[in-house]
């Protein structure tokens, strides 16, 4: 099996490449978390990153599917969701429901047989896949908005056991770029990476 480890922060249709599948084929995709892995402990917080919508939600891929052109449905079957052993949330001061009563603050959440652990409270978690979707043949989508090509969906149905149907706009070649779970534990979501083997036809 193919594992996809390559990331981008775009849905674009001039993204080169990583892998090249056949349909049918099953791939494995490793992804790091939204805030691309960097926020290793508690004392590192939002504010030192240059986080934005340009540079958050990395999604792994993109696959070339031989065959999909454009007017194809690319048909998208989910194995599996598996989260990493520890999951990030974070606050910031300019965004969320409460962001006008919280700061920059970090938590990190063991994840273990299935649950998220969250001061001292286990909750189970329900892993799901954030972004996925197909290349747009018009402009550049950056991974934090959704459109009709798929994106940032964030829906929780979106996990094991699912499939998705995507339109193929780009002659020639379509993306599945998953690029987070989100373990259902705590608001803010607990970001972490994964791996999710799926496979892609047409």
Not at 108 to 117: E, L, V, Y
Not at 128 to 149: E, R, Y
Not at 154 to 172: H, S
Request: glycine share 8%; with cysteine.
């Amino acid at each position: 099996m193919q594992i996809i480890t390559d990331q981008v922060y775009a849905f674009s249709k001039d993204n080169k490449p990583c892998a090249t599948a056949k349909p049918g084929e099953v791939l494995q995709f490793n992804t790091e978390d939204c805030f691309s892995n960097r926020i290793p402990d508690e004392n590192t917080t939002m504010a030192d990153l240059d986080y934005t919508y340009g540079f958050a939600n990395p999604a792994a891929g993109p696959v070339f599917i031989e065959g999909a052109e454009p007017g194809d449905v690319l048909v998208v079957d989910i194995y599996d969701v598996k989260v990493a052993d520890e999951g990030t949330i974070a606050t910031d001061d300019h965004c969320g429901p409460l962001f006008e009563t919280t700061g920059y603050r970090t938590k990190k959440i063991p994840i273990k047989d299935g649950m998220a652990t969250f001061n001292q409270v286990s909750f189970p978690i329900n892993p799901m896949i954030g972004v996925i979707g197909t290349a747009p043949s018009g402009p550049d989508v950056i991974d934090g908005f959704v459109g009709s090509h798929g994106g940032n969906m964030d829906n929780k149905k979106i996990t094991k056991g699912t499939r998705l149907y995507f339109p193929v706009r780009v002659p020639g070649w379509a993306t599945c770029t998953p690029p987070w779970a989100t373990p259902s534990c705590a608001a803010p979501a607990s970001r972490s990476p994964l791996r999710s083997p799926f496979a892609c036809s047409w």
